[in-house]
């Protein structure tokens, strides 16, 4: 296909430049209706880069959903040529039913609304050659990836116990992220173990993947911006194409993610002229460092495009105004921030009221106290939602909620795609889509069993090595025939009639089968299903109803795409729809929340509210972590996930702690969170406090009267001057001090550094010391470790001065 004469066909459908008529211009106007001055200039910008930085609550959807409106009322784009690009797709569903109530539901179905990766998918599909990938390929999820590399990894004789596909896999997810390919990692890889089995692990994984025709959820950005990146009349095309690009959640962007924004604006190439980008982000609100998100991304937004131009969002319609008092105290205390305050018309309703308990069990029943107070005034139980910082924190409040009988649903638990039989039907479905998916052919061989046991698929496995040739490949040579050494005549039996009946529906498929008539057959003719049936163990039978469930999605499938008059490609369509579904979207929307309490981390909440939320977890180790305690910019980010945590909540906020908390089957006594401290006394009420026998006291209760301060600061008559005996506060400033584990491994020697010395970190490795700031206990020291800039508190830190 010519790129160009696509582009000219296109061309019929475009306006841009004409002046608006009266209609139109009167329907731009109503848009503007009701935004307050700051969403107005958002909504109307022209011209160069927008960025707009929108604080928690603060509308942002409703902003750009009718900026995309505005574009099409007057005239500057058509609905072809805008690409707004979400995290979910949850959300790309949502902006696009919004835009459809504004605009229409024909010109909503034209507009590019999709996520990051099914964006790249749709960029692949069309150029999969220049990809270096055929029009079949899979995708691999995580679980799919770290088998592959765990093949790799034996065959490399390592110690998978060890070194596991996880961590291994981690490693080289990190470096897709960063756009990194195995040859430029060797040239810059450390001497330590792990990099040395990542070096030699990550070419040989990749050439797998596409020996299998696949790729992982890297590969899907990284492969895309490698193809714009090499082939400049591709790039152009969509330049051309798409002269509208809307970013959301910018501030959770990775280096991939951000180097292919720029490549689909036109930024830095010659022949087109770069096309509008609006994104849309809260540098408060980037609580993904771990996924490789950056927030450098946002913070230097103009420094990346030049002539960009910031509007800041800052009045609030979701919470009341003393939950944004203790959001906008809690996020102040980090440095180098956008100045950014939240505020609210609406009033300051309730205090937030603050517990500190004996344990996290006192806590659960603590929560579940209010909990049923709030159901008895009349709150729905899908109206609240408690959050903890570790999934391991769930336990104590799902033992809680049982025995009081309250309705729950976990959120984070067993993913219903992740399910073993969900994953088996799945991988036949891809093995008759791709018939060279080494992982998915693998995982369904001899499942159910057919007699291809370990010995006949290592001998499969080894011909295939032996030749070059995909697993796949393989399994028809042996329907074909032909004799693999250590396969005997029974197994190379079984192992024809399995790819034949394989290839029998894959036929079927081609000829235009729906989904779930696919589906169906497989797990009826592989003989799967009458397996789960004749099986007396009651898991077997929830499995089966599972199964039951995706034929139902894959027939829902089948008749949107219908409906939409698509045709073509249809089970690969539901294979990816499938593949791309993000965790988020296992989050129940509103309407699915009633009548049950939501549990969940603070991570997987990001983007949710909730009328009453619970905090849970509040001390020093906990929340924030304490694995951040010693990383600045780590203890910067727990920040952040707490302004996350607080600014979810609408009505109410109950913040809470445990000052002992069992862990590895011991108690360990907890201080209070250094967050704690920040919140303004009058936005507090104190709710309950730990007994006195907790700690060490003789008889009686607390006798704090401070009802304002957070019990955090160990100041008189604060909760905290109760805990002194066992825990004193351990402060970023203040010297540390004895208790418990924390106490303990703070109480070592600092060491005594200059810019220069070479020290070596119990995770980063080996570095050099470029600056230290601050000095005493407050001390920080910037070290460089092979390019990875860390700024550490040195009286915290796993140190060792070489």
Known sequence: MDL???????????????????????EADALLEGLNPEQKAAVIHQGGPLLIMAGAGSGKTRVLTHRIAYLLATGRAQAGEIMAITFTNKAAAEMRERVGALVGDAQGRRMLVATFHSACVRILR???????????FSIYDMQDAQRLLGMVLKAQDVDVKRYTPRSIGARISDLKNELITPSEYISTMGSDPVSQIVAAA???????????????????????????????????????????????????????????????????????????????????????????????????????????????????????????????????????????????ASGSGDRIVLDALDSEYEEARNVIRHIEALNSEGADWGDIAVFYRTNAQSRSMEEMLMRSGIPYRLVGGTRFYERMEIKDALAYLQAV???????????????????????????????????????????????????????????????????????????????????????????????????????????????????????????????????????????????ERVALVADADQVPGDDDRRGAVTLMTVHTAKGLEFPYVFVTGLEDG?????????????LAEERRLAYVAITRARKKLFLSRAATRSAWGQS???????????????????????????????????????????????????????????????????????????????????????????????????????????SGPQAVA?????????????????????
């Open 126 to 136: 069309q150029n999969y050659d220049p990809a270096g990938l055929k029009s079949t």
């Open 622 to 634: 906990t929340f924030p972590h304490r694995r951040s305690m010693e990383d600045m910019s780590e």
């Open 202 to 344: 990550y070419p040989e994984y990749n050439r797998r993947l596409r020996q299998a025709n696949a790729v992982d959820f890297d590969d899907i950005i990284m492969l895309t911006v490698q193809m714009l990146s090499e082939n400049p009349a591709i790039a152009e095309y969509y330049q051309r194409r798409y002269r509208h690009i809307l970013v959301d959640e910018y501030q959770d962007t990775n280096h991939a993610q951000y180097v292919l924004v720029r490549h689909l604006v036109g930024i830095g190439a010659n022949a087109v002229a770069p096309g509008e980008l609006t994104v849309v982000g809260d540098s408060d609100q980037s609580i993904y460092a771990f996924r490789g998100a950056t927030i450098r991304n946002i913070e230097e937004f103009e420094k990346d495009f030049p002539n960009a131009q910031t509007i800041v969002l800052e009045q609030n319609y979701r919470s009341t105004g003393n939950i944004l008092s203790a959001a906008n105290a809690v996020i102040s205390r980090n440095s180098g921030r956008r100045p950014k305050k939240l505020w609210t």
């Open 433 to 575: 889509v791709n018939p060279e998916d080494t992982v998915a052919i693998r995982r369904i061989l001899n499942t159910p069993r057919r007699g291809i046991g370990d010995k006949a698929e290592t001998a499969i496995m080894a011909h295939a090595d032996r030749y070059g040739l995909s697993f796949g490949a393989a399994l028809d040579a042996v329907t074909q025939g032909e004799t693999i050494d250590g396969l005997s005549p029974r197994a190379a039996t079984s192992v024809a009639e399995f790819w034949t009946m394989l290839a029998d529906i894959r036929t079927q498929a081609e000829s235009g089968a729906s989904t779930a008539h696919v589906l169906d057959e497989l797990i009826s003719r592989s003989g799967y299903l009458a397996k789960l049936r004749e099986s007396e163990d009651p898991q077997d039978a929830s499995r089966v109803e599972n199964l039951a469930e995706l034929l139902s999605v894959a027939e829902e499938f089948d008749v949107e795409r219908r409906q939409s008059g698509e045709t073509e490609g249809t089970l690969a369509a539901f294979l």
């Open 668 to 774: 360990e006594a907890m201080a209070a969170s250094r967050f704690l401290d920040d919140i303004p006394e009058e936005t507090v009420e104190i709710g309950r406090e730990p007994t006195r026998e907790t700690y060490g006291f003789s008889s009686g209760t607390s006798t704090s009267s401070n009802s304002g301060i957070a019990f955090g600061s160990g100041k008189p008559g604060s909760l905290q001057s109760t805990f002194v005996k066992s825990q004193p506060t351990k402060r970023l400033g203040s010297p540390a001090v004895g208790g418990g584990k924390l106490g303990q491994a703070s109480a070592k020697p600092a060491l005594k550094l200059e810019p220069g010395d070479r020290v070596k970190h119990g995770k980063y490795g080996e570095g050099t010391v470029t600056g230290i700031d601050g």
């Open 782 to 802: 910037r070290v460089d470790f092979g390019g990875t800039q860390k700024r550490l508190l040195i009286r915290m830190a796993p140190l060792k001065k070489l």
């Open 4 to 26: 160009f004469d696509s582009i000219a066909a296109d061309a019929q459908f475009r306006r841009v430049g004409s002046a608006p008529t009266p209609a139109h211009r009167a």
